[in-house]
Structure formats: C-alpha cells, structure tokens
C-alpha cells in the first residue's frame, strides 16, 4: 500500500487535485496523511478505497506532536511506498520514516518553483531550506516541472534519482462554443500574494480603459466583495466594480471555464499551474507571465509575459482581445489540442507508477 503524505488535504490547490486525480486513476487501494486537516470534500473524491488521517499539525507547536504520531503510523500501517507532496511533507515523512525505521522507500514529490521565494511564508521558507538540507535522503525526487527542477538544484537540493512529471488531466468532452471574438478574461487562483491579484486587476483597468466591451470575472478563496482587501485592490488599480465578478471559491471550475474567453495567470511564482492547464482543456487560450512551467504548457497556443509588468500583461490581453473569431476558434482547438496530446491523465498517472515501483 502507498502512503501519501501531504501537508494540508483540506486544500484544493494544484497538488491536492494532483493527488486527487492519481488516487482516482489507479483504482487502489491508498492511505493519505495530511499533516493538517481532510476536507469532506477530498475524503468523498478520492472514494472509500482511500483511508484519509488527518495529524492535527496546524501550528509549528504541534509539529513535534505530529510527528510522533506520524511515525508511529508507519510502524503500524507498514506501507510500501511513502509519497511526499510538498516541503512540510517532505521533512516530516523523512524523518519520520528514518525514526519508524521503514524499509519502504521514501519519494519526494515538489510542487514549488522557487521563482520568487520572497512569496513564500516564513514558514514554507523554513521548510524549503529544511529540505535541501535533506535532500539527499529520500530514494528519489519528482519535480512537476523542468523549471522547478532547475530552481531546486540552483538553491542546493541534490539526489541521484530524479524525474520531471507533469501534471496529467482527464479529457473534456464538452467545451463551450468558440464561434465570437474574446471578451470576458477570468482569473482563477486563491488570494495569495504569489498569485498577484492585484497585477491582474492593474492590467485589467488599464484593458478596460483602452476597450469598451471587456469583463472581466475572478474566482478563488478570499475573491468576494466581503473582502475590504480584495475592495482596496480594485479601487488601487481604477477598475470599475461594475466591470468586474468576484465569484469567490467553486467546486464547479467548469461552470468558471465555461463563461471566460480567456484566462489570464498573473502570478510571481508557480511550479506546474494546473489552472493554465485545466483551461486549455476546455479549449480557453491563456494569458500568462513567464513562471514555472507556464510557457512550456501554452507554447505557441497564448501569451506569455514578464511577471510583475502590467503593461506586458495588459498589451498581450489586448492582443487577444483583437483577434479574429476564426483566429480565435484556432487557438482554443490548438489549445485543447496541446493538452490532450502532452498532458493526458493516463500518461502521466503511468509514469508516476513506474518512478515509484521501478527506480
């Protein structure tokens, strides 16, 4: 039986739907352990052959106790592989599995770019340099993309056993019609200063000031007009509110997708952005600053700009915004196309079972 361990699966960001997806696709039987907490959520998509165990860690004061019991775990649960998503996970299942004395081979699983570590809270920060520090000990590394790779090796992670594995995505049948020009621009991420809002929102107004016909619709944990920050943001940057929806957080991301006609990605950092990826699918070019993996996953399908420049984010909105409904319809069909033929689940879930059983 695999363990995996993660740090917080109450969390549906990129490597809780990344292990949704794995643990969906292979049909067997799994434990998960979250450091934090399980979201009822994530307990009912990973189905009953899933044991989900939550450690309670929700504060660096807990750490220790959580890692006893994590330990113990081990020893009791016996798992044949151990999976790490994600730095806190990292150096626990690590030590953990050295003090359960396991002979289950231990895999790191890093989700983080590292292309601005100033975003990262002091304590990831404290975690990401806890790892490299133990990077050697784990029987291998897998990195979902080549630029995170890249960053880790740069900041000092080594290991003579890693693999760059995409993420993988199930095919979308149904996609909405692309028959008009595009002129509603979504973005989709939780409110976190790596993601940038308010860069969004700057270029946004500045689109808005230039084209008559633009709306624009945000959606994400902490996306809501409740929220005086997110009001501050909008404000700072002259946006209309009349121009814009803030739809909060969604479990129905197709519902989102469905009624944008471009997705724009205006983060600082980001590993593999499984939003980018999951748009394509669905046949939504993207707008994206240069990040991670982000260029290598639009390729020629979008546009991709610097991080922090509003003016480049704004300029290559525009340049969407100008095409063709012809042009248009042939970006959406070249993006969905790129995703089913570089990143389907099958593949990918494939490849993560041979890193795990073979290396």
């Known amino acids: 039986m695999i363990m995996h361990l993660i740090t917080n699966f109450a969390d549906i960001g990129g490597a809780e739907t990344m292990l949704v997806r794995l643990l969906q696709s292979s049909g067997e039987k799994a434990l998960v352990v979250s450091l934090k907490d399980v979201s009822d959520r994530n307990r009912r998509l990973v189905g009953g052959q899933v044991e989900c ?65 100033n975003v990262l809270s002091r304590s990831s920060r404290l975690a990401a340099r806890a790892s490299r520090a133990l990077s050697r000990l784990p029987d291998g590394i897998i990195f979902n993309s080549k630029r995170a790779m890249e960053l880790h090796q740069r900041f000092g992670f080594e290991n003579d056993n890693i693999d760059v594995i995409p993420n993988g995505f199930p095919r979308i049948d149904v996609v909405r019609d692309q028959g008009e020009r595009p002129r509603i621009y979504g973005i989709a991420a939780r409110l976190h200063p790596q993601k940038d809002h308010a860069l969004f929102f700057k270029a946004a107004a500045q689109l808005a000031a230039q084209e008559d016909d633009v709306r624009f619709v945000a959606a994400g944990r902490g996306l809501s007009w409740e929220n005086e920050t997110v009001r501050k943001m909008i404000s700072d940057a002259g946006l209309a509110e009349d121009l814009i929806e803030l739809r909060g957080e969604t479990d129905d991301m197709g519902s989102f997708y469905r009624s944008i006609d471009v997705l724009v990605l205006s983060s600082r950092t980001e590993g593999f952005p ?34 922090g420049d509003a003016v480049a984010l704004c300029n290559a909105m525009k340049m969407m915004h100008d095409v063709s409904a012809s042009k248009y319809s042939e970006l959406s069909n070249a993006a969905r196309r790129r995703i089913d033929e570089n990143y389907s689940l099958p593949i990918i879930s494939e490849r993560y079972r041979n890193f795990l059983r073979y290396s």
């Open 53 to 117: 165990i939550a450690l309670g860690m929700n504060s660096w004061t807990r750490y220790a106790g959580a890692g006893i019991r994590l330990t113990r775990l081990i020893e009791r649960k016996k798992p044949t592989i151990i999976v790490c998503w994600m730095y806190h996970a990292m150096v626990a299942g690590i030590l953990a599995g050295r003090l359960a004395r396991t002979s289950a081979p231990i895999f790191w699983n890093v989700r983080q770019s590292l292309d601005d570590m």
């Open 274 to 307: 499984n939003v980018i990826a999951e748009a394509m699918g669905h046949g939504i070019p993207v707008v994206t600053t240069d990040v991670g993996e982000a260029a290598t996953i639009v390729g020629s399908t979008g546009k991709i700009v610097p991080a």
